[in-house]
């Protein structure tokens, strides 16, 4: 199998969680709190498993890669909390129209950018640390499959909420041709 088909299948893995999840909050699935915790441990250790092959790493070189992804992942959450709740209040700013207050608009919009500044660094810093125990291909795989996952989770996310301008209630219609 394939570097990519592996990352493919990684990437549905992981992004079974938070659907998962999502749908036990809302009351629609039957994910309990234990078997979710399952589930998430499985998929950490298939994720360590493809990760160890396909960069070649020791035992030595995993339990480092898990610290470092561990303490950056803690940083990362509260920046994707942040920027959601900036989003969701940006939408709500935007559908107000005329109504809407500029000044908050202006900061919401501020404060994205800031929290993708905040992200680079975050990420600039993860891979310096990385650079201390992996070499630059594993660096690059690594960051690589990294992309993808959050390029597909940014995917789902843009799937659940509707364009910004269009309201809540048309989520998951299609929208009318113009005219």
């Known amino acids: 199998m394939s570097w990519y088909v592996k990352a493919g299948l990684l990437t549905a893995l992981l992004l079974a969680v938070p659907a998962s999840d999502s749908l036990a909050q809302r009351g629609g699935g039957r994910l309990g709190q ?11 250790q298939r994720l360590a498993t493809l990760l160890k092959t396909q ?3 020791d035992d030595q070189k995993m339990q480092q890669l898990s610290e470092v992804n561990q303490r950056f992942d803690a940083r990362r959450r509260p920046l994707m909390q942040r920027e ?8 709500a700013e935007v559908m107000r129209k005329d109504a809407a207050d500029v000044t908050r608009v202006d900061a919401l919009l501020t ?11 975050l990420t600039e810093a993860e891979q310096r640390e990385l ?17 993808q996952i959050r390029r597909e989770m940014e995917q789902l996310r843009g799937r659940s909420m509707p364009p910004l301008g269009q309201p ?12």
């Open 84 to 91: 959601m709740q900036n989003r969701r209040a940006l939408r």
């Open 111 to 121: 404060d994205l950018f800031r929290i993708e500044r905040e992200r680079i660094d």
């Open 168 to 179: 809540d209630s048309m989520r998951g219609r299609r929208r009318p041709p113009p005219s």
């Open 55 to 57: 960069l070649g790493l």
């Open 34 to 44: 234990g078997n979710r915790q399952q589930m998430e441990q499985r998929l950490r």
């Open 131 to 147: 650079g201390e125990f992996l070499t630059p291909i594993q660096r690059a795989q690594y960051f690589g499959v990294q992309e």
